[in-house]
């Protein structure tokens, strides 16, 4: 099947314009994630859902980044008044979720959004 | 939290000779260890991946060592091939009854395979 999905794949924004990028995880998949990658950098830690629920937001790295998940399956990253530091891959993620085990299930990652802010 | 450190940030090895690349770890509450490879503009690919159960996995080429005692983790790609020319990233995570755990990268290390 289709692995995740993301839009788009490049995205260019002047300093103080609102973006939103797309994650279409893999049919089925309960938990979702999203990861930051600066360049020369190991992806960073931003937000968690399972299903539809924002479980984990501790990454976030300010009150400028929101994330959704309405309906639990496609999700929206969105930066408001995007600033220069926000220019970096950002990187979706989804994995199966067996309840009732503490195993960590693979994660599947996107291509990412290459997000430059001039 | 979780911190992970990798070594070294470069490696450039002939074709044929083996590669390795540590990590350490410094959650005692981690137990799931995947190995990324990740190419030029391109998604982070899982190659391998060991939970805190089993000391050693292997997979072709690939294997990946675990020390839960001294928290370090190895990947170990033997023959190298120009195709295993790539960034390669270490990660941790705790396992979390009732919901997933993220993950917790080292900084990476590029692989360069010499012909």
Redesign the interface.
């Known amino acids: 099947g289709a692995?995740?999905s993301q839009s788009p794949r490049y995205k260019v924004a002047k300093r103080g314009q609102d973006v939103a990028l797309r994650c279409d995880p893999i049919s089925g998949h309960?938990?979702l994630?999203w990861?930051q990658q600066a360049l020369?950098?190991?992806?960073?830690?931003l937000t968690?859902f399972?299903n539809e629920a924002q479980?984990?937001k501790s990454?976030l790295p300010s009150d400028r980044f929101f994330a959704e998940r309405p309906e639990g399956s496609v999700s929206t990253l969105k930066i408001q008044r995007t600033q220069q530091e926000d220019s970096a891959v950002y990187?979706c993620a989804s994995?199966r979720?067996l309840?009732?085990?503490?195993?960590?299930?693979?994660?599947?990652?996107?291509?990412?959004t290459r997000l430059s802010i001039l | 939290g979780e911190n992970v450190e990798q070594h070294p940030s470069t490696l450039s090895v002939q074709e044929g000779d083996s590669a390795v690349i540590k990590c350490t770890y410094s959650d005692s509450a981690s137990n799931y260890f995947p190995w990324y490879k990740q190419e030029l503009g391109k998604r982070p690919q899982l190659i391998i991946d060991i939970r805190s159960n089993v000391g050693e996995k292997k997979d072709q080429r690939i294997a990946v060592t675990l020390n839960k005692t001294a928290k370090h983790f190895s990947l170990h790609i033997t023959e190298t091939q120009p195709e295993d020319s790539a960034v390669y990233f270490c990660a941790a995570s705790r396992g979390v009854t009732g919901t997933a755990s993220k993950l917790t990268f080292g900084t990476g290390t590029r692989l360069q395979v010499t012909l």
């Open positions: 692995g995740v309960v938990s994630f990861y020369g950098q190991g992806p960073e830690f968690y399972q479980l984990d990454g990187l994995s979720h309840t009732g085990t503490a195993t960590n299930q693979p994660q599947h990652f996107g291509d990412g």
